[in-house]
């Protein structure tokens, strides 16, 4: 056994009982005969205390931070004591040792640059912010699930290596040893909505890949994408679905991260329901009349939606109704109007973090949407052969897990609440 206690278990009751601890040597000072070490475990951060005379005394006094100890002693009560509370040593075991000096500082003090942080991410994960990071994003995602699960989804997964693309030809990574064409999936689209035909309520929580060319503070190659889909639906179920997902992960991560956004200095937005809806026209009139040069079929970019959000000042809106051609073959065109689409974008403040659509569930309409977009019907065989036999109406959505994390936290890239990110630069760690 390593340890009896976690550092943030020690209390003055525990004023004289022998305890065991360990961790990582957060800090270490040596004042006349007393060495005081930090010791960092995943709950926080102790005091222990080696008195000179100790046999542990010189075995730690040229110990490096971050090497990982065991400590064995008494549980003394001391006001001037982080929490009030140090452990007097009786022993001291090394269980690994760290090089010195560190290529980075996990105190936080002095402060990397992104580079840094990412090429010596091994420590930069060991920073409390960090840490905060991953336990908000393990809520949120248990927050999620358990939405999905109250409204009856069952969790599935689906293949990851496809034979077509079907968010856009352009960002396929292909994959060799198939003998012919095969890609790392870009979404689940296809399958999500092959097993909502089947189960009518799918969710799956699973990365995907897309080739991008830009380097932005939004955009990686690998991300983690939360995608829904739903039978006797349409868009506006799937909105309002989003709103109760939205809420619940919010609230939860404010009730149960209050340390963790305490360590990140943010508070996530309010959420109010529903959430403001402005359709595509209107966010184009918008921006005209706030002289931005753009017109009816142009994408709305992150430039653009930082427009439109100093107008709307609203964390969390929906842009809807998109142009049909500017949203993929699958999606559904508006019945009154063909030139629009059963479609939106929720946006928090200027960043897409979810995007969905009601889907072309007629066989004939699909191959037509496919033609004009350029597309072979024959590459999408295997899938339009399905709806041969009975499928719903449908719709759903794809949520960006590190876009969502950036709302939050509060930080500003994707690359720094992704433990180990993937970009055009990077490959490892
Ligand atoms: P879309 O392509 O808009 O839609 O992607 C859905 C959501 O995934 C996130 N996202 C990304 N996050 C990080 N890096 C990237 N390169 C990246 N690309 C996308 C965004 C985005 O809103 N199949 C549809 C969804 C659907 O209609 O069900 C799709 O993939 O947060």
Redesign the pocket.
């Known amino acids: 056994m390593f340890r009896t206690h976690l550092v943030s278990e020690l209390n003055p009751k525990l004023d004289g009982a022998e305890v065991k601890v360990a961790g990582w040597v957060h800090n270490i000072r040596n004042l006349g005969g007393k060495v005081f070490i930090l010791l960092r475990d995943k709950s926080g951060i102790g005091q222990i205390v080696v008195e000179k005379g100790n046999s542990a005394y010189d075995k730690i006094m040229n110990i490096g931070l971050e090497s990982t100890l065991v400590v064995n002693g008494i549980v003394k009560a001391d006001p001037r004591a982080p929490n009030g509370i140090e452990v007097h040593a009786k022993d001291v075991e090394i269980l690994s040792y760290a090089k010195s000096p560190l290529p980075l500082d996990v105190t936080g003090k002095v402060k990397a640059d992104i580079d840094t942080r990412l090429r010596e991410r091994l420590l930069d994960l060991r920073r409390l912010e960090m840490q905060a990071v991953l336990k908000i994003q393990s809520v949120a995602v248990k927050s999620f699930r358990e939405t999905l699960y109250k409204y009856g989804f069952v969790e599935v997964f689906t293949p990851k290596i496809i034979a077509s693309a079907?968010?856009?030809g352009a960002?396929l990574f292909p994959v060799l040893y198939f003998g012919k064409e095969a890609f790392l999936a870009?979404?689940?689209?296809l399958y999500?909505e092959l097993l909502a035909g089947a189960i009518e309520r799918v969710f799956e929580i699973a990365p995907?890949w897309?080739a991008?060319e830009s380097d932005t503070p939004?955009?990686?190659?690998?991300?983690i994408?939360m995608?829904?889909?739903m039978a006797f639906a349409d868009y506006n179920d799937i909105m309002a679905l989003i709103e109760q997902i939205i809420y619940n992960m919010i609230n939860d991560v404010k009730r149960e991260c209050e340390n963790e956004l305490k360590i990140l200095n943010y508070t996530p937005p309010d959420v109010k329901i529903p959430m403001k809806k402005i359709s595509y026209s209107e966010a184009i009139e918008i921006l005209k009349s706030k002289g931005v040069n753009i017109k009816f079929g142009d994408d709305i970019g992150t430039p653009e939606l930082r427009v439109l959000y100093s107008e709307l000042k609203e964390d969390l809106y929906f842009v809807t109704d998109w142009p049909w051609l500017s949203r993929?073959f699958?999606?559904k065109q508006k019945k009154d109007n063909p030139q629009l689409s059963e479609?939106f974008?929720?946006i928090f403040k200027w960043?897409?973090?979810?995007?969905?659509?009601s889907?072309n569930h007629v066989k004939e309409v699909l191959e037509n949407s496919l033609k004009v977009r350029g597309l072979n019907p024959e590459s999408f065989e295997f899938f339009l052969k399905w709806f041969d036999y009975g499928m719903p109406p449908h719709a759903?959505?794809?949520?960006?897990?590190?876009?969502?994390m950036l709302m939050l936290t509060g930080l500003q890239s994707?690359k720094e609440v992704v433990p180990f990110p993937r970009d055009k630069k990077r490959l490892t760690p």
Do not use: C, N, W
């Open positions: 079907t968010e856009g960002q870009q979404s689940p689209q999500k995907a897309r991008e939004y955009h990686l190659s690998e991300f994408s995608d829904v889909e993929p699958y999606t479609s974008d929720l960043l897409e973090i979810v995007s969905g659509s889907r759903g959505f794809g949520m960006g897990l590190a876009r969502v994707v």
